[in-house]
């Protein structure tokens, strides 16, 4: 998100599960009342890998050709879709989608952060995660040929602003780098 860090705000009942009816059933949240603002959503996640796993992947020179533009498309094109794949999720109209990679070679890790935006009655929280999965999923499958044991992991939501909600930042989130 551009700017100001968003702030943490919770509003009374937030821990009320949306998904259950009176009955205790299981729904699709109706969001036909609430109005449509701008949200946006960042996700972050991770892949371990070797060094030399990371080395290749960041310099082009997988057998599978170039791993971070088939992660960054896997992402943007999981993110469009996520209605299909959570089951009570809402269609959206998504505005923009980011994919982005940081490789941290000192802990021989390749950080992935999304970014999702909407004018929407819902949040955009899961297209952000499922964006970041997708990604991340992506990345091992272009390297396991040379490393196995990667390890994909610390799927999380940074940040959020828009909506009923309000805002929301994690706490301890370093700042994104700038590329």
Same mark, same amino acid.
């Given at each position: 998100?551009?700017?100001?860090?968003?702030?943490? @705000? $919770? &509003?009374?009942?937030? %821990? *009320?599960?949306?998904?259950?009816?009176?009955?205790?059933?299981?729904?699709?949240?109706?969001?036909?009342?609430?109005?449509? @603002? $701008? &949200?946006?959503?960042? %996700? *972050?996640g991770e892949v371990r890998m070797a060094r030399a796993t990371l080395d290749a992947i960041v310099g082009g020179k997988l057998k599978k050709g170039e791993a971070l533009a088939a992660a960054r498309i896997a992402g943007i094109m999981a993110a469009k879709r996520t209605h299909e794949m959570i089951p009570l999720c809402h269609q959206i109209p998504l505005e923009v989608v980011e994919v982005d990679f940081n490789p941290d070679e000192t802990n021989s890790v390749?950080?992935?952060?999304?970014?999702?935006?909407?004018?929407?009655?819902?949040?955009v929280e899961m297209e952000a995660l499922v964006a970041v999965s997708a990604a991340a999923l992506t990345i091992y499958d272009m390297a396991k040929a040379?490393?196995?044991?990667?390890?994909?992991?610390?799927?999380?939501?940074?940040?959020?602003r828009g909506g009923r909600s309000g805002n929301f930042a994690r706490d301890g989130e370093p700042p994104w780098p700038s590329q």
């Open positions: 998100m551009s700017g100001k860090k968003p702030t943490t @705000t $919770r &509003r009374a009942g937030a %821990a *009320r599960l949306t998904h259950l009816d009176a009955r205790g059933r299981i729904r699709m949240v109706d969001v036909g009342e609430k109005p449509v @603002t $701008r &949200r946006e959503a960042i %996700a *972050r390749l950080q992935i952060q999304a970014r999702a935006v909407t004018e929407a009655r819902t949040g040379i490393d196995r044991a990667m390890e994909i992991g610390a799927i999380r939501l940074v940040a959020k």
